[in-house]
């Protein structure tokens, strides 16, 4: 049964959200990482994803990066598969905005908060014809800030498929974050971020605080 990846509504069926990094060639020497430091992955809960054009983030959250990444979302149950048969596991590609709360390196809860990962459509997989080579880009209030190739990446879709998948299975739904760029921005509330890519398209949201009622529609 083919997934619903056309509305809104598809993120009610995540179960898991991996994010991983830093991957980006220049991004890890900018951080002074060999390739040898290897990568990071760690979880963020479905409730951080948001589709809207508005994400509402906690007052508790005094600062934030944001950083645009392609996002994976898995198509059927992958467990311990090989690097070569990872791409049959993927349903769609998406553009994402990977927030972190930066004001909460100390306590671990950095990567947890809910509407901490705004995401766009997803284009089904078998309109992307090749995910390493995939440019993202990032504007925040029409100034660009990112922009990069997957082709950049240290760690490729299917290795990190796989990888992972050896680590826990992924479901129908899942959504693996790829990793950022170079130069990920610290932002504010009441700015609009912009995601593009040729490939992906567009998607723009504005931040707000929890309880601030507008909504931005970009």
Same mark, same amino acid.
């Given at each position: 049964? !083919? ?12 179960? #898991?959200? +991996?994010?991983?990094?830093? %991957? =980006? ?11 040898? @430091?290897?990568?990071?992955? =760690? /979880? ?9 054009? $508005?994400? =509402?983030?906690?007052? @508790? +959250? $005094?600062? =934030?990066?944001?950083?645009?990444? /392609? ?7 992958? &467990?311990?598969?090989?690097? !070569? &048969?990872?791409?049959?596991?993927? !349903? ?5 905005? @990977? /927030? $972190? ?14 509407? /901490? ?7 089904? !997989? ?6 390493? %080579? *995939? ?12 922009? @990069? ?17 050896? *680590? ?11 990793? $950022?760029?170079?130069?990920? #921005? ?6 609009? *971020? &912009?995601?593009?890519?040729? &490939? ?6 504005? *931040? ?11």
């Amino acid at each position: 049964m !083919a997934l619903q990846l056309s509305s809104r509504q598809w993120i009610e069926n995540v179960g #898991k959200v +991996i994010g991983t990094g830093p %991957n =980006f060639k220049l991004f890890r020497e900018e951080k002074g990482l060999k390739e040898e @430091d290897g990568l990071s992955l =760690f /979880m963020k809960t479905p409730g951080s994803l948001v589709t809207a054009g $508005t994400n =509402f983030i906690s007052p @508790d +959250i $005094t600062e =934030f990066i944001c950083e645009v990444e /392609m996002a994976v979302i898995i198509g059927k149950r992958a &467990e311990r598969v090989s690097e !070569a &048969e990872a791409a049959d596991y993927i !349903a769609g590609y998406a553009l994402a905005n @990977d /927030m $972190t709360a930066s004001s909460h390196w100390d306590n671990g809860r950095f990567k947890m908060f809910d509407q /901490m990962t705004p995401i766009g459509p997803v284009i089904s !997989a078998d309109k992307v014809r090749d995910h390493q %080579n *995939i440019t993202l880009e990032m504007r925040v209030n029409g100034e660009p800030v990112q922009k @990069d190739s997957t082709a950049s990446m240290l760690y490729p879709v299917n290795w990190l498929i796989s990888h992972i998948s050896h *680590i826990t299975a992924l479901n129908p739904y899942d959504v693996i974050l790829t990793g $950022t760029p170079s130069n990920p #921005k610290v932002c504010a509330i009441g700015d609009v *971020i &912009e995601l593009r890519s040729p &490939e992906l398209g567009e998607f723009r949201h504005r *931040i707000a605080l929890v309880g601030a009622g507008e909504r931005y529609e970009g």
